[in-house]
């Protein structure tokens, strides 16, 4: 550990310096003095030190600061008898008994609910296959009116077309008939 008899009262006349340490340091002012630390530094290494000290051997190594607790085991040993290890309050079978009938409950609403909603899905299912087959229908239907409107479209014009084509002599004799009628009112005015 580097420190001589943690326990030793000491002062800075019994401070030591092996290998650049110094050893059973009590004071703070002899280590400020043998590192030559500034008396700024020296009042708070000495409020510090001061407090260390009332529990064990403090030293400085550098900017490092070394501090041996006075009766380390056993101050170990009265701490771990302190702490108690949480200790679990004794189960009540009848809290056991009732959790189990309050589980078995929840599963059995639960498993209810799966019924439910899988019922609901499969209506749901019927009913969105249904308006689908309905839409395709609708959607079938109406191509094959508008098909069939297509076609009667063209079977008019063919037919507007035929009548067309056999309404010719008809123009021939209404070209005819106004000769004719001019014919007569030439005569009709050398009548007069």
Sequence with gaps: ???????????????????GRLLDSRSLDGISQAYGASRAQEGRRATISSALELEGTVSHDGDLTHFVANNLQLKIKLSSRGTKRPTSPPIDPAVLTELERL??????????????LSGSIQ??????????QTYRD?????GESVDMSIKGMYTLMARCEELDRS??????????????????????????
């Design 123 to 132: 209506n749901m299912t019927a009913l969105s296959v249904g308006y689908i």
């Design 167 to 192: 309404m010719q002599p008809v123009h021939a004799l209404a070209k005819q008939i106004r000769e004719i009628k001019r014919t007569l009112e030439i005569f009709e005015s050398l009548c007069k």
């Design 138 to 142: 609708a959607v079938d239907s109406l």
């Design 1 to 19: 550990r580097g420190l001589e008899d943690p326990c030793r009262e000491g002062s800075v006349a019994g401070d030591r310096l092996a290998g």
């Design 103 to 116: 589980t078995q409950e929840v599963a059995h609403k639960v498993d209810q609910m799966m019924r439910s």
